[in-house]
T-cell receptor
Framework: LAKTTQPISMDSYEGQEVNITCSHNNIATNDYITWYQQFPSQGPRFIIQGYKTKVTNEVASLFIPADRKSSTLSLPRVSLSDTAVYYCLVGPNAGGTSYGKLTFGQGTILTVHP | ETGVTQTPRHLVMGMTNKKSLKCEQHLGHNAMYWYKQSAKKPLELMFVYNFKEQTENNSVPSRFSPECPNSSHLFLHLHTLQPEDSALYLC??????????????FGPGTRLTVT
């Protein structure tokens, strides 16, 4: 499984755009990049998933450069309720035997200040 | 509310006790998972069930015993636990349809304390 590296923590203020970058230098050809959000004492929540270029949904955008060795989660105009841990995951090869197996790293603790 | 419920939400047990954690998903998914999250550690995958069959056992000690009677219910039976087993135990489900689906729906977790 591809290993991911993220900043341990980040600070931001309400209304700002936050970009969290994840490095995954040994990503495999068929791997997808997935981001989860976790609040204290709750289970993680799926945010967004992508393979290449840019993906956008109602919550966030995911930017993936052509070499796919990194990815950036972009949260527009954050609020206090966006304070959470954000995890970057790189999945196993599609068609492999690791059915739905997610490997979580340490994640990035995002703190949004008033 | 994710469609995955877990009971109890909090559990305190002695090392000689036997207890069970319950998970139920109301999403019609065919795969269910148990994860363990210890303080200051990443989530660790424990067990995976796909169509009620266990497809993954991530070197979990035998004092943890999973049971999946149907695709909507998942149990984790606990016996003779150690204090280091104290953690947040999370259940998740997903729909697997021939290709890997990385969107898993997590329950709120059971906060377990072993005394």
């Amino acid at each position: 499984l591809a290993k991911t590296t993220q900043p341990i923590s980040m600070d931001s203020y309400e209304g700002q755009e936050v970009n969290i970058t994840c490095s995954h230098n040994n990503i495999a050809t068929n791997d997808y990049i997935t981001w989860y959000q976790q609040f204290p004492s709750q289970g993680p929540r799926f945010i967004i998933q992508g393979y290449k270029t840019k993906v956008t949904n109602e919550v966030a955008s995911l930017f993936i450069p052509a070499d796919r060795k990194s990815s950036t989660l972009s949260l527009p105009r954050v609020s206090l309720s966006d304070t959470a841990v954000y995890y970057c995951l790189v999945g196993p090869n599609a068609g492999g035997t690791s059915y739905g197996k997610l490997t979580f790293g340490q994640g990035t603790i995002l703190t949004v200040h008033p | 509310e994710t469609g995955v419920t877990q009971t109890p939400r909090h559990l305190v047990m002695g090392m000689t006790n036997k207890k069970s954690l319950k998970c139920e998903q109301h999403l019609g998914h065919n795969a269910m998972y148990w994860y363990k999250q210890s303080a200051k550690k990443p989530l660790e995958l424990m067990f995976v069930y796909n169509f009620k069959e266990q497809t993954e056992n991530n070197s979990v000690p035998s004092r943890f015993s999973p049971e999946c009677p149907n695709s909507s219910h998942l149990f984790l039976h606990l016996h003779t636990l150690q204090p280091e087993d104290s953690a947040l135990y999370l259940c998740a489900s997903s729909q697997e349809e021939g290709q890997i689906n990385y969107e898993q729906y997590f329950g709120p977790g059971t906060r377990l304390t072993v005394t």
